[in-house]
């Protein structure tokens, strides 16, 4: 019987998580995985059996815990759709600053991995489908909802709108990572909530 695992697996695939989102996966090393984890190349390879799969599983863990806190802010009562809308804008906005004063500067790890050459597996494609179609699921009903309580007046088709704020957010991501300051952030995110009939 082998020994048992004296790590959480969980609190390495976070710590992985935070690895790959600052570098990348090409440009993370095994070596980058071992002092995140704080594990030996032996406990890696033993629990996650390859960096392909170890990016999968921190890309995952990322996508639920972000999109989680997207989707308790849009689905918070007491406050019109618009309102959430614009707090969860406020939250990127922060959350960018906070990087920033890290020195991170990292943008958003599933913007990253869209664009870059990971995104070709096919097991990273199937993470990100799913977490965007959560998104937008989440997205088309707030602003169904904004069209019912009156906070949205844009006559644009609900799945559409759940897009342009999709690529609203994506972009403010970007920006951030380009250097824009948080009073350009702002500008963006009034532009997104203008285009919901503001």
Known sequence: MGRPRQF????AVAAACGAFWVKGYEAT??????????????SIYNTFTSKDHLFRRALAYYADTMTARQLALLGEEGR???ERIRALFEVVVDGEMENRRLGRGSGCFTVNTVTGPAADDPGVAEILAKDLERRLGAFRAVIEEGKRDGSVRSPRDPAGLAWYLSSVIAGMRVAAQSGADRAAL???????IDALGR
């Open 186 to 192: 702002e500008q963006i995110a009034a532009a997104g």
């Open 8 to 11: 959480d697996e969980q609190q």
């Open 80 to 82: 019109s759709a618009v």
């Open 29 to 42: 090393s095994t070596q980058d995985l071992c002092e995140a984890t704080g594990l030996g190349r032996s």
